[in-house]
């Protein structure tokens, strides 16, 4: 009897002191408690693009995160303005964001530097066309995950034309073709708004004049330097009549534009009713005014000017500390259904051919265009060429240079030619 | 007021008494783990806050400073300059611009924190209004509200403000530098636009974001963070300031309304960054604490309360079992109904009471048997007082016969007798006059006299002033008969002397005669035989009566007569 209530008084006792130790101890956990992340992921990520892609691709991280509670996502999207100086900067200092998107044109310098993850494993591009597959690799290795099918071509205001009582171009037509058709819209339209948009310091479009030519890539396989003095010549010329003409846009015109904006882009404000674009670019005019715009295979001359490439890519940067998350993310971007449900077409047409065929069904008019386009352009596209090192940076900054001395006059065709000759030596020999 | 432990019933307050001191006790337990555990908290809690913004704020200070240095660069800029200096034809401009915009784009690029910068020009590039570096006409910065700080300033920071951006709108803090002309006028402002977020990240911490607030020298909020409300925060942090309470250029924390205020001024920075908790959170795991204690000690004083009733009853109820015995205390009951197995105090008092039982009943069956006897006594007495009634009577019949007779002797006998029988009875009283006495001893004598036909004679010393006082009835006859019968043979004249001496508190009466006297032998034999019954008996009556201050001695030899002492305390009542 003692014994039983000398427990009872004991245990009573105890929990007093317990509940003080406790106590503390709690206290004690708190500031332990502070370190652990729990596995979370946080992946940085940048691309270029209009709204419409940016939404649809912000759509597709929700649904990402909402499959991976773990991950979140740093993104930082904008136009193509400074995308890649910000990049360049940001790889110079090892500060990469983990996921980038990116471009032919600069593929071969950022993987030929060590700045990409290689990804030939752990992404599947099983479902993916071989030659498509390979535009993403450097040295054999896969560096790049392409996105979409892509071709450039040319859009036009289809409603202005319609209205005009104008033909619209069709695939099959001339580059001589363009020229006429825009001399004959031009006297219809006010003042103010132009047939076409000034294409002297647009080096893609002259890539498809040179190649409709028959005189190939603006460089060669080996890197080297190969515009066409004289088909260049021609071709800026054509433009400067254009100009004079009031046919194409003048030039402060065609240097302010901000291209996708819907109050930049001399497109989309109705100040020119043709000009350049890519097949995965179209959504972007299209989401802006629907069924306005129609989308028009590049023309040709002796041989056809278009080619396919791949819209853009996926790349992982080397210094990503969390490259197989990153894989995980870019593997799901492509391959999952309900991911390309949402993205579309905004990347160009898919790259897995089984989501291709399962989503064609469902295409809007924007995305027949699209595909058109491709498919057109496939009939007999010239083979892709992505460019060397430096390849980009000389597109961007070299060349547009020499065009807006031309379109402002400033320099003579002859002289550019030997200043852009020089820009390229200079930044090939980087 | 009255004690009340001598007022209520033990076990009441000894359950009382017990239960409040554990109450007492626990409440003033919690009370002071509250208080301390509160003290503690402040104390700890203004510490690591005063640490960690200590740490953030340098961080933030850092990122200050390197984006007031870049704008230095960048206001310095030989084509911004040259820009602003000249009136450009559009090709110039152009270049002018990509240029700017090159060297813009690899100093900003660099750092991190920086969004995106705002050039403001007169006559800015009509393409430039969207992308990383954005052009605005000079004179439009007057109308914004919040470049308004740079009216009167060379630069400054802008606080928290909306900016659109390619990612929708987003919330920046701004540091803005006027741009001088060579010859010294202003012409145009370098807005450099860090992501708020970039610095709610470093104030957030590593740990959680708390209620933090970041405000300049001025005092006007720069960005805050957390769910609260930003300007009542810094209104508090205000009243500190203006109470001069406290030195807003060092470090330090306050309490103020209901708050924790903690802050930290870094020497070479303006800023001041200022984290605010809630009292509630600072108390809420001392609350806790107080709550489980108060939990615990709820259970403690319900374990108490039955514990306490417990042994409250166990110490009362031997008490309690004791009174019952008591109340129900009965003489038929051979023993009382008491708990056994107590060896303590409690076995003590319970067999205590039970000896104590035990004696009251002897005492009882004593008392009883006394009074039985009383009562037999008083009935042998009634009975006594009849039967010398007739004695009597008889007696003075016969003293008449005898008279009638002539027979003058025995009718004297006979009177003489009546006289003794009277005072022999006394109404059965113990206690007579020692003048009865004498008159009883006179009338034997005087019986024995005419017997002796005038050879025995009597003196009485007796003085009156003696006679009043009380003997036991009867002390004195034995003596004086047993001198007549066996202590006169052949004495042609006898004598027996009655006298007395006061001794004080005692009378010492002597009866003397001139007979035969005794030795001590034959004084043992004669006892053995007849005589010795009545002195015996008054031997045993003195004694019964007065005990050792009574005595009587004899003192005789043969031929020489015998004297007898008898003494007694004097008595004056009856």
Known sequence: ?430 | MKNPFKLYPIRTVFFFAVVSLIVLLLTLFVLVSYKVSVAEMQKNTSFYQQNLLGKINEQISMQKQSVEQVTIAMSRNEDLQDYLQSENDPYESLRAISEINTSFFNTMFSIPIIDTVDVYVEDPPVRYQEGPIRYFPFDHYESIEWMQPLKNADSAWLEQHVISSPQGDISVVSFARKVYKRNGTAAGIIVVNTKTDRFLRLMDGEVDSRHRLLVDAKHNIITYNGSGDALASLKVFDQLSEEDKINTNVNGSARQDETLVVWSKLVNSEWILIEVTPWEDIISGSVKLAQLLLLISGITIVVTVFLTYYLSRQFTRPIEDLLRSMNDFSLNEHEPKLPAGYRNEFGALFRGYFNLNTRIKGLYTNLEEEYQEKKKAELAALQANINPHFLYNTLDQLNWMAIEEGQEKISRVLELMGRMFRIGLSKGETFITLKEELTHLESYLQIQQIRLEGGLHYQIFIPEKYVHYYIPKLTLQPFIENAVIHGFRGQEKAVIAIKIHDAGNSLCIVIQDNGIGFSKETAVEKRTADGGYGIKNVEDRLLAYFGSSSSITIDSKPGAGTTVFIKIPKKSRK
């Not at chain 1, 979370?40 to 709204?51: D, I, P």
């Not at chain 1, 890539?207 to 066409?228: A, C, P, R």
């Not at chain 1, 302010?256 to 109050?263: C, F, H, L």
């Not at chain 1, 995980?328 to 790259?351: H, Q, T, Y």
């Open chain 1, 1 to 430: 009897m003692y014994k039983k209530w000398l427990t009872v008084l004991l245990s009573a006792l105890m929990v007093f002191v317990l509940s003080a130790c406790s106590a503390q101890q709690a206290q004690n956990q708190e500031e332990e408690d502070t370190g652990a992340d729990g596995g979370k992921v946080n992946l940085r990520m940048v691309w270029w693009g209009s709204q419409e892609r940016h939404d649809a691709t912000l759509k597709v991280l929700d649904l990402y995160k909402e499959k991976n509670p773990n991950v979140t996502f740093e993104t930082e999207f904008s136009g193509w303005e400074g995308y890649w100086d910000k990049l360049a900067t940001q790889s110079a200092a090892q500060n990469a964001p983990d996921i980038i998107q990116m471009d032919a044109q600069y593929l071969q310098e950022y993987a030929t530097r060590n700045q990409l993850a290689d990804l030939s494993e752990g992404i599947s591009i099983e479902d993916m066309d071989e030659t498509l597959a390979d535009s993403g690799k450097v040295n054999d290795k896969l560096y790049a995950v392409p996105l979409g099918n892509n071709a450039f071509g040319l859009v036009y205001n289809k409603a202005a034309f319609e209205k005009l009582g104008v033909a619209a171009p069709e695939a099959g037509w001339t580059w001589d073709d363009m020229f006429a058709l825009a001399r004959d819209v031009q006297p219809k339209l006010e003042d103010g708004k132009y047939a076409i948009r000034d294409f002297t310091y647009d080096p893609g479009v002259y890539e498809m004049y040179q190649l409709s030519k028959g005189k190939g890539h603006l460089t060669t396989e080996d890197g080297e330097f190969n515009i066409d003095k004289e088909t260049w010549k021609e071709w800026i010329s054509t433009f400067e009549q254009l100009r004079n003409e009031g046919v194409a846009s003048p030039a402060e015109m065609t240097v302010a534009e901000v291209e996708y904006d819907p109050k930049g882009d001399l497109l989309l404000t109705d100040a020119v009713l043709i000009k350049q674009s890519f097949a995965a670019q179209f959504p972007s005019y299209d989401s802006v005014k629907p069924g306005a715009y129609g989308l028009v295979k590049a023309p040709g001359d002796v041989e056809a000017g278009g080619y396919l490439k791949p819209s853009m890519f996926w790349s992982v940067s080397e210094s990503s500390k969390q490259k197989e998350e990153a894989k995980k993310f870019i593997d799901f971007f492509i391959n999952d259904p309900e991911a390309a449900e949402i993205l579309g077409v905004s990347r160009g047409l898919p790259v897995s051919n089984q989501i291709l065929d399962s989503m064609s069904e469902g295409f809007t008019d924007s995305d027949k265009a699209q595909l058109e386009l491709v498919n057109k352009t496939a009939e007999d596209a010239q083979p892709f060429n992505g460019g060397p090192q430096g390849w980009g940076d000389f597109q961007n900054n070299a060349y547009r240079q020499v065009g807006e001395q031309l379109m402002f006059g400033v320099i003579e065709p002859d002289q550019a030619f030997e200043e852009l000759k020089s820009q390229y030596e200079e930044i090939k020999g980087r």
